[in-house]
Structures are given as structure tokens and as C-alpha cells.
């Protein structure tokens, strides 16, 4: 698999030859280098995780999922749907559904629904 996403998607120009790709990895999932640029120290600063500190920056590791798979399954599945509605009611087929799938949980989630019409 991993072989299989190296040459769909490099990650940098390490991957180009198949010689180099041996030892190449998803910086994503390199928590071990995390936080890794001044945005995203702030960011974390920002949600409570004070990662100055040795310990607190090790609980907010352990905390963060390697979730590149998350990502990808997202993008084949996609991540909106336009279902139209009719006197208050969806118009889907009879053995259709509206599903929402977590792919990188559970955890607390807000779902936006956005109603778009007119009135005659």
C-alpha cells in the first residue's frame, strides 16, 4: 500500500526514482516531528495544548490520529450531497439513504445543512 501511494502522490522530490522512494513517509504522519512549522504550533497553542512543554506536547501526540487513510477515503466518497426537497420532503429513491460517515472517530462532530430555494 505503501508503495502504491508513494507513486500516486509523492510526497516531495525524494520519491521521483523508485530507488529513492525506500525510508520516504507522509510528513502528515510524522507526529514524532509535530508541530513542525510556527502555524501550526500556534494552532495547537490556539486549542488549549500549551506544546512548549515536553509532557504537554507528548499528551497532544498521543492525542492526534495518523488519519492520512481519513483523507483519502474523503476524497472518494466526497464530502457534500445536493439532495432536492419537495413539500418538505427529500426526493430520494425508495431504497436510497442519507448516511454520514465518520472516518476518523468517533469524536464530537457538527454537521452544516444549507436549504436553498424559492418561494412562488
Not at 36 to 43: G, H, I, P, V
Not at 54 to 68: C, G, S, T
Not at 87 to 92: A, F, L, P, T, V
Request: charged share 25%; proline share 5%.
Amino acid at each position: 500500500m505503501e508503495q502504491y501511494f508513494l507513486n500516486l502522490v509523492p510526497p516531495d522530490e525524494r520519491s521521483i526514482c523508485e530507488a529513492s522512494q525506500q525510508g520516504t513517509r507522509y510528513l502528515h504522519n510524522d507526529i514524532d516531528v509535530r508541530p513542525d512549522s510556527a502555524e501550526e504550533t500556534q494552532r495547537c497553542i490556539e486549542n488549549g495544548w500549551n506544546v512548549h512543554d515536553e509532557v504537554e506536547l507528548q499528551k497532544w501526540r498521543d492525542q492526534e490520529p495518523i488519519n492520512a487513510h481519513s483523507h483519502l477515503i474523503s476524497m472518494i466518497l466526497g464530502s457534500s450531497e445536493s439532495i432536492p426537497v419537495v413539500d418538505g420532503k427529500m426526493i430520494i429513491g425508495q431504497w436510497q439513504s442519507v448516511l454520514l460517515v465518520d472516518l476518523d472517530g468517533p469524536r464530537d462532530r457538527t454537521v452544516g445543512v444549507q436549504l436553498i430555494g424559492f418561494k412562488y
